[in-house]
């Protein structure tokens, strides 16, 4: 399950019902999709909340065999992680782990998607988990990408794991990056998000009424994704 979290790098949160674990990044080349040694597959079992044995994989059609129009596996061991989606695991705001990887790949619904390829979604709490994975050009199963949207907001702020700031974060964050170079003032205006989370090298929050984010380093306010990815940040002297 997700749970909120407090800053980047923490290992596990230590708020009320955290269940996720995140993984370490390493030093592969950035955008690489090769087999991940043992340590970056995902080991974890939602079925017996224990962290599997590691062991070689079960038997699975080649890589090589496979087209894109074959669903992809079900099994979350058999996935190695991209070195993009261990970034993005390390990132304040983004609510995404291995458990809810794990439980997206075992429970979601499986959807293609021309762009992305195939996709599991899972809606947890409110909350739905999209999980994009691949196989088709690498040596085994890979989880390219994930992120969060809201699906229910009443069922989120209901849920025990989410507080107003997670849900208004996850909104925010997936508002932006819906159409990453249209302004969206209108969708920042309403929401409160006093915890910083991450895009490109900002730290982002918002306040009620004000129509957009701003930088909590830098100082820079934005009202879309391209704008925020366009400008690097130079800290408070950049002010």
């Known amino acids: 399950m ?20 995140r993984t370490a990044s390493t030093t592969a080349p950035a955008g690489s999709r090769r087999r991940a ?18 062991c070689s994989p079960s ?14 596996v079900r099994d979350p061991g058999l996935y190695a992680l991209t070195d993009h989606f261990r970034d993005r695991l390390e990132q304040p705001g983004r609510y995404v782990s291995t458990r809810t990887v794990s439980d997206a790949i075992r429970r979601g619904q499986l959807r293609w998607n021309r762009t992305d390829g195939w996709r599991f979604a899972l809606v947890d709490g409110g ?29 989120a702020l209901d849920a025990r794991r989410w507080d107003p ?13 819906e159409s990453a170079s249209t302004p969206i003032p209108d ?4 929401r409160t998000v006093t915890r910083p989370f991450v895009v490109g090298d900002h730290r982002l929050k918002t306040e009620p ?31």
């Open 37 to 54: 040694g043992r340590s970056d597959t995902l080991p974890f079992d939602p079925e017996t909340g224990d962290y599997r044995r590691q």
């Open 209 to 239: 009424g004000e129509p957009y984010v701003r930088c909590d380093d830098c100082g820079c306010r934005f009202r879309s994704k391209d704008a925020i990815t366009s400008r690097g940040c130079h800290g408070r002297s950049g002010r």
């Open 187 to 190: 969708r920042i205006r309403p």
């Open 2 to 21: 997700a749970s909120r979290q407090g800053g980047a790098g923490d290992a596990e949160s230590s708020r009320s019902g955290s269940t996720e674990r």
């Open 165 to 177: 700031v997670d849900v208004d974060t996850i909104a925010v964050r997936a508002a932006l990056s």
């Open 127 to 155: 909350i739905r988990f999209v999980v994009v994975v691949g196989d088709t050009e690498t040596n085994s199963p890979v989880v390219v990408t994930g992120w969060t949207e809201v699906a229910n907001r009443e069922a």
């Open 59 to 72: 038997p699975r059609r080649s890589s090589v065999a496979r087209t894109a129009e074959d669903p992809p």
